[in-house]
């Protein structure tokens, strides 16, 4: 099974920018839709942003205009582009497929804090 191995989160100033890497395994190129999500301390994990094989992409509201979700098929990666970071974007980030089908990694964290 393709496991997953996230990277690129830190500690940030509010309105930073931080850019995460995911790694997979195995291929990717015939997943078709790929997630990025997030789980702050005390709350329910959350779906941030999707992409599709084709490059289609969706995202949460509360991050629409501010980060990208992309892919590279050819190296396995799916990668977060966070750009004007809030506190509130404060969370552990994880990838995985959508829905989620696959073992869980252990995330990276994110902090956005002065």
């Not at 098929?73 to 966070?82: D, G, R, W």
């Not at 829905?99 to 902090?111: D, I, R, Y």
């Given at each position: 099974q393709v496991t997953l191995v996230e990277s690129g989160g830190g500690l940030v100033q509010p309105g930073g920018s931080l850019r995460l890497s995911c790694a997979a395994s195995g291929s990717i190129s015939r997943i078709y839709a790929m997630a990025w999500y997030r789980q702050a301390p005390g709350k329910q994990r959350e779906l941030v942003a999707v992409i599709s094989s084709g490059t289609v992409t969706n995202y949460a509201n509360s991050v629409k205009g501010r980060f990208t979700i992309s892919r590279d098929?050819?190296?396995?990666?799916?990668?977060?582009?966070?750009n004007s970071l809030k506190p509130e974007d404060t969370a552990v980030y994880y990838c995985n497929t959508r829905?989620?089908?696959?073992?869980?990694?252990?995330?990276?964290?994110?902090?956005v804090s002065s």
């Open positions: 098929n050819a190296k396995n990666t799916v990668y977060l582009q966070m829905p989620s089908s696959l073992a869980w990694g252990q995330g990276t964290q994110v902090t």
